[in-house]
């Protein structure tokens, strides 16, 4: 009878681990172990450092594989230049130029996706990033100084305690009258702001030694007309989106109107007896004057979350409460502001940026009407009328041409690539409402600034580059046919040794080949003013 099969134990059962071939097995065992594991890490890592489409690769671990440069290189620059942004593979690129990094979810204040070449018209820092096939490129930071400069230097206010002495959006600081350009500009050594008249021939500003204010938190919105010249002078808070201004710093300071008179003779301005006078209660970011065809004064401006009025009642000294007037759109972000215009002959306008309802609202008083009826609110834009995405923020300019058109320059919310930033909204007499674009998201302009030139069928429109502030551009179009060219536009006042100019201001009246076109500007990391003259002389009319 066959025997059955011997069966042999396991060589490491328990009875037999402590022999020799046991331990011997063992170790031979772990060992192959170990090779198997050296040989799937090595065929694995291609996969971890070459991920296939589709993977992301975490954001502190950029591809060595995939690069980003620039052409042409960072580096000074004598202009302005035009800077590709290169990728090493098919992809998206995006970059800032506020300093903050790049990606897809930047908190930077514009979003940019890489299309175009980038117009860089003052000094800048590109930060780029490129995403392709699941690979990020390492951020790249090119710096371009622009040694450019156009404009003259000014008067300094550094050490004044005045930050923006051309600030803010809506007011004018300067007026013609009698051959000369006058302002109102700050003197540190008088602790005033004083009026100053320029002198076209020295390019230069000479303190007459009339003071209009010496509070360093007050800016003034001026208002010529004829022999008389209108000021109103306003304590001011700043304020941006989610830094409300204090209740404390909104309760304190007023705005006070001065009227002065003109001697042609001594050519000098006297303030007249019995001003200045209150026309308002504590501060606001900003006031605007106006006076309508009946010789009634008007101020502007928000308090409490709403738009307010006020009016002279029959004497520029002698003026009533302010109020809210009763129409659609006045109740309004803290940091919104409206400007106030008179326009057609017998109306004035109102014109508010409201960033709740995210519209730019406008409102008719008659002047034959009592002054708390006001025309229903108009939307200019927002909502659907001209724009439905981004479409209000606290920027904002208003003008009049003699036919009864207004134009108002504003500023969007928009923050990608390619939208409307800066928009001239122009307003026929029949209340119709249009817009044309001035500068797109990628252009970074801010504070737009409109003068009128009548006399050629001119419209300039100024406005900062960067939004925190660096040199001030601008366009002009004809005004029958409203269209501004793409890019920055031309420098008007450019200085490689004044990296802030900011707040371009101007006047309210519409300038002539006799008047020039004068634009002031300030620099607040320098504490200095500086301007720029446009000589209109021989300037062709549009055709």
Known sequence: MNQAPRH?????????RKSTRCRRLVVERSLARAVAWAVALTLMLPALFHPAPGFAMPSNAPSPRLKVSAAPPAGTYATGQSVTLIASAPGTIYYTTDGSDPSPDSDSHVRHVYDAPLAIPVTTTVKFVAVAAGQTSKVVAQRYQIDFAVGDADSSFLGSGVGEPTADKAESKLWFN???????????????????RFDRGLQAWFDTGVTIDDRTSARADVLADGSKLYIVSGTTVFSDWGSPASPAALAAGSAKLLRFSYDPLGKTY???????????????????????STGRLWIAFTRDQHVWVNRSLG?????GEPFTPDIAGTAVHYDDIPAIIAFGGDQIGLMWSNQIDRRFYFAVHRDADPP????????????????????????????????????????????????????????????????????????????????????HDRLYLFATIRETGGAIFYKTTCLDRIAFPPGPGTPAIQNPDMPAINNATSTKQNVTSATGLLVLASDSATGRYVHAYLDLKGAPPCT
Do not use: M
Request: proline content about 7%.
């Open 372 to 455: 708390e009826d006001w025309q229903p609110s108009e939307i200019a834009y927002g909502g659907g009328v001209n724009c439905s995405t981004g479409c209000a923020n606290d920027h904002l300019d208003l003008k009049a041409d003699v036919g009864g058109r207004v134009y108002a320059g504003v500023k969007t919310a928009n923050r990608n690539t390619g939208q409307p930033f800066i928009e001239l909204l122009t307003r026929d007499p029949a209340g119709r409402w249009n817009a044309a674009t001035f500068g797109r998201v990628e252009d970074e302009h801010s504070r737009p600034r409109v003068v009128i030139d009548q006399e």
């Open 315 to 319: 004497d520029d000294a002698e003026w």
């Open 178 to 196: 009698d051959g000369s350009w006058w302002g109102s500009l700050y003197n540190p050594s008088a602790r005033a702001f004083r009026i100053y």
């Open 270 to 292: 006297a303030l007249d007896p019995g001003f200045p006078v209150i026309v308002r209660q504590g501060s606001s970011e900003d006031v605007t004057l106006a006076k309508d």
């Open 8 to 16: 042999n134990p396991a060589p490491c059962a328990p009875s037999r």
